[in-house]
Nanobody, 115 residues
Framework: VQLVESGGGWVQAGGSLRLSCAAS????????MGWYRQAPGKQRELVAT???????DYADSVKGRFTISRDNAKKMVYLQMNSLKPEDTAAYYC??????????WGQGTQVTVSS
């Protein structure tokens, strides 16, 4: 099983980035997918989730700015991040979850937002 994130980088406050996560080795369509982030010295926190049926949920801090989506045919999950703030700076991780299987994590992609 492999989850590979991409799309991170440096951006000025107010800018946008689109993160991608490519999955392999799992039946992607039956997994719930999520994006998490971890800033230096802080615990990893939930950013957004999407169920296999497409229902989404967001942390209050990103509602209205971030959008999670998935493409089951391509085995991809995306995180569109708009109106980025310096406090969004973190390593962003992709996670695949299923109630009858182990969780899987990607290696992370760094997002840095400068003020």
């Amino acid at each position: 099983v492999q989850l590979v994130e991409s799309g991170g980088g440096w951006v000025q406050a107010g800018g946008s980035l689109r993160l991608s996560c490519a999955a392999s080795g799992i039946i992607f369509s039956v997994y719930a997918m999520g994006w998490y982030r971890q800033a230096p010295g802080k615990q990893r926190e939930l950013v957004a989730t999407i169920t296999r049926g497409g229902t989404t949920d967001y942390a209050d801090s990103v509602k209205g700015r971030f959008t999670i989506s998935r493409d089951n045919a391509k085995k991809m999950v995306y995180l569109q991040m708009n109106s980025l703030k310096p406090e969004d700076t973190a390593a962003y991780y992709c996670k695949a979850s299923h109630q009858f299987a182990s969780d899987y994590w990607g290696q992370g992609t760094q997002v840095t937002v400068s003020s």
